[in-house]
């Protein structure tokens, strides 16, 4: 498994707070994601990196900024909470883009907004 | 209509029987196909993947692949009480990005 670790693993914090979840990989894969987990909707993407400095979003990437200035660090950045965002917000790695390579997660991390 | 579709369950199966857990998708165009294990309040954690038609045998874990049915499964032979989790099927699109199903939750009772 991917070396991936998450900090914080649990947060609650206020409505219009800006939050940042950091996501650190040992592995120096390239590729990085960031999910979230609802119950009734399984895993979304948010935002994902394809290398340093370069970024796309997700399906669900409102609210939601990215940064990745070096290969072993991804960070999500929710600038005001909102209640809807509570959530479990995986990261996850690949090292290559081939067809046989597949995503590894983080262990995550629980947010609440109150 | 979800991209990736399961049945979220529970299933419920007996310790020592089949589980047969489904999923199918939507992009035809869709080259990688996973199966993910997840434990109550842990990450996902990959049990199988499939590239190509056919069986792919690992263990006491085998995943079918169907592309023209556009149809994954996963059997679970011999099940325990410590395969009792949700199981996410999940496909692999542009950029390897993973677009995944809303999971089935099994459980194996004694």
């Known amino acids: 498994d991917a070396g991936i670790t998450q900090s914080p693993r649990h947060k609650v914090t206020e409505t219009g707070t800006p939050v940042t979840l950091r996501c650190h990989q040992t592995?120096?894969?390239?590729?990085m994601y960031w999910y979230r987990q609802d119950p009734g909707h399984g895993l979304r993407l948010i935002h994902y990196s394809y290398g340093v400095k370069d970024t796309d979003k997700g399906e669900v990437s409102d609210g939601y900024s990215v940064s990745r200035s070096k290969t072993e660090d991804f960070l999500l950045t929710l600038e005001s909470a909102t209640s809807s965002q509570t959530s479990v917000y995986f990261c996850?790695?690949?090292?290559?883009?081939?067809?046989?390579?597949?995503?590894?997660f983080g262990p995550g991390t629980r947010l609440t907004v109150l | 209509q979800k991209e990736v579709e399961q049945n979220s369950g529970p299933l419920s199966v007996p310790e020592g029987a089949i589980a047969s857990l489904n999923c199918t998708y939507s992009?035809?165009?869709?080259?990688?196909f996973f199966w993910y294990r997840q434990y109550s309040g842990k990450s996902p954690e990959l049990i199988m993947s499939i590239y190509s038609n056919g069986d792919k045998e690992d263990g006491r874990f085998t995943a079918q692949l169907n592309k023209a049915s556009q149809y994954v499964s996963l059997l679970i032979r011999d099940s325990q009480p410590s395969d009792s989790a949700t199981y996410l099927c999940?496909?692999?699109?542009?950029?390897?990005?993973?677009?995944f199903g809303t999971g089935t939750r099994l459980q194996v009772t004694l």
């Open positions: 999940a496909v692999t699109g542009t950029a390897s990005k993973l677009t």
């Open positions: 996850a790695t690949l090292g290559a883009a081939t067809s046989t390579d597949t995503q590894y």
């Open positions: 592995e120096n894969h390239r590729y």
């Open positions: 992009d035809r165009g869709s080259q990688s």
